[in-house]
């Protein structure tokens, strides 16, 4: 069983940085996908981006392509996920996520784990 710890989220003005951590407990990751979804007000929850944790393959949705990164502390049992130039369209709750095995689906459904989610706000 993994566990999923977010943090860093908080409210930036549009234009703006920051980088989200999620911490990983209870098993090895060597076989899992760990990604981040977001969701906005009534709306439904939304891909971000996913990556296999040996770093092989990550997917970006196109609404972040370019402006987010991934990475991973292989020490920590860390993802990262820095956002840059930020817009007021970016403001959502943001979920880590994972799964085992190596495929990187980009539905919500197909994802075993996920933390508690940490909001972030991004002001016009």
């Known amino acids: 069983q993994v566990q999923l710890v977010e943090s860093g989220g908080g409210l930036v003005p549009a234009g703006g940085s920051l980088r989200l951590s999620c911490a990983a407990s209870g098993g090895s990751l060597s076989t899992y996908v760990m990604g981040w979804f977001r969701q906005a007000p009534g709306k439904e929850r939304e891909f971000v981006v996913a990556t296999r944790w040996s770093g092989s393959m990550t997917y970006f949705s196109d609404s972040v392509k370019g402006r987010f990164t991934i990475s991973r502390d292989f020490v920590r049992n860390t993802v990262y996920l820095r956002m840059n130039s930020l817009k007021p369209d970016d403001t959502a709750v943001y979920y880590c996520?994972?799964?085992?095995?190596?495929?990187?689906?980009?539905?919500?459904?197909?994802?075993?784990?996920w933390g508690q989610g940490t909001q972030v706000t991004v002001s016009s």
């Open positions: 996520t994972a799964k085992s095995g190596l495929s990187i689906p980009t539905i919500s459904t197909e994802y075993h784990y």
